[in-house]
């Protein structure tokens, strides 16, 4: 795979359960609304280019408990940010970046993917056409008994730590992984 083509992604998002589905019952996973993205850190391979956003959301997402203990927003305190933009006034630039080129993300095809197709639905537009490389699910076929969490890999696979949960501290980092997956040769995993 061209490395050039790749666009390096990570969603924050609200975490607040909007569908009333206990998360012990349907999964966390499942029976969600995802399209309350709040923050957005992507990095263009081609240019080199970091792109990174804090994204109001919908009034709904502010009325429900936030996942405060995983990205450590809260919901009174994010709405007055000063930052804040509209996910449709960041659409273009999103969709330019990513059309033709592969997204990668950690855990892309449950989670990022799917926020990103919610998000475009709720505001009508469409989601950019590009290809979508999972680096979660790469990371248990190479590595199976390794743990498979992005800031676990960072100290296993690269020594280092970093601030979780920060989109735009989460993409600096799976491009380093990402870089490092691609550096080794094939048959190294076989």
């Not at 690269?158 to 990402?178: F, G, Q």
């Amino acid at each position: 795979m061209s490395e050039s083509k790749l666009v390096i992604l990570d969603f924050e998002t609200t975490g607040a359960n909007v569908t009333n589905n206990p998360d012990k019952k349907w999964g966390y996973f499942k029976g969600k609304i995802w399209y309350d993205p709040i923050e957005l850190a992507m990095i263009d391979i081609s240019s080199g280019k970091e792109y990174h956003w804090f994204i109001k959301p919908p009034e709904m997402f502010l009325k429900h408990p936030w996942a405060t203990h995983v990205h450590g927003y809260t919901a009174d305190k994010f709405i007055k940010r000063d930052d804040l933009v509209k996910f449709d006034d960041i659409y273009q630039d999103i969709s330019r970046v990513l059309v033709g080129k592969t997204a990668v993300a950690h855990n892309a095809l449950a989670f990022d993917k799917v926020v990103l197709e919610q998000t475009c639905e709720q505001y009508n537009l469409l989601v950019p056409l590009c290809e979508w490389r999972d680096t979660k699910l790469e990371i248990k076929s190479l590595y199976p008994d390794k743990s498979n969490k992005q800031e676990d890999i960072a100290m296993w696979m690269l020594e280092e730590t970093y601030d979780a949960h920060s989109a735009i501290e989460d993409v600096r980092m799976l491009k380093k992984i990402v870089e490092y997956i691609d550096s080794k040769p094939e048959w190294i995993f076989v």
